[in-house]
Antibody, heavy 119, light 110 residues
């Protein structure tokens, strides 16, 4: 059974940093591209970032470019999102999602972890 | 990248059909058959319902169907059931090598 379990969400002050983790199981992690998607309270889904299966290429939404860094450790089956210079509008539930192996969509999602940026 | 445009809400009685539109641009929906749809009941993670415009993953009822014309994609739920009540989001790959979601549509079963 495919499972994605996020952790690391917390309350952080504006300008602070946080690292999210997503532990994957039930599939060959190093074969899949992985993504982060976020959802502000009561709002819609927003794509944040993507990393290729070997970690050689990353892409970011304009809203987080230069502040967030996506990475992965295939030996630990773990995806990361390092978030720096956090702002109030980064407050959201952050989901990790598996990109389909031959497609441009997400076939499995984690349950999400809440990041709150507030003083 | 601006969000794709969806109606805020649609509703229907059990057994009826509802259609949700998803309007983008020639840089996303209009250029790629890479439109997918997700169902999100309150407090839960999104679930894939349609991929590549009109394909259903295993386990998704055939009451759900997708289509596309020009810059607009659509999700139709036929034979609406109470369990279909949820938020629905479309998504598309874009020419910027990124992804964009729709604004979301709340489906209410009357």
């Amino acid at each position: 059974e495919v499972q994605l379990v996020e952790s690391g969400g917390n309350l952080v002050q504006p300008g602070g940093s946080l690292r999210l983790s997503c532990v994957a199981s039930g599939f060959t992690f190093n074969s899949y591209w992985m993504h982060w998607v976020r959802q502000a309270p009561g709002k819609g889904l927003v794509w944040v970032s993507r990393i290729t299966n070997d970690g050689s290429s990353t892409t970011y939404a304009d809203s987080v470019k230069g502040r967030f860094t996506i990475s992965r450790d295939n030996a630990k089956n773990t995806l990361y999102l390092q978030m720096n210079s956090l702002r109030a509008d980064d407050t959201a539930v952050y989901y990790c999602a598996r990109g389909h192996i031959i497609g441009y969509y997400w076939d499995y999602w984690g349950q999400g972890t809440l990041v709150t940026v507030s003083s | 990248q601006s969000a794709l445009t969806q109606p805020p809400s649609v509703s229907g009685s059990p057994g009826q059909s509802v259609t949700i539109s998803c309007t983008g641009t020639s840089s996303d929906v209009g250029s790629y058959n890479r439109v997918s749809w997700y169902q999100q009941p309150p407090g839960t993670a999104p679930k894939l319902m349609i991929y590549d415009v009109s394909n259903r993953p295993s386990g998704v009822p055939d009451r759900f169907s997708g289509s596309k014309s020009g810059n607009t994609a659509s999700l139709t739920i036929s034979g609406l059931q109470a369990e279909d009540e949820a938020d629905y989001y479309c998504s598309s790959y874009t020419s910027s090598i990124t992804y964009v979601f729709g604004t979301g549509t709340k489906v209410t079963v009357l």
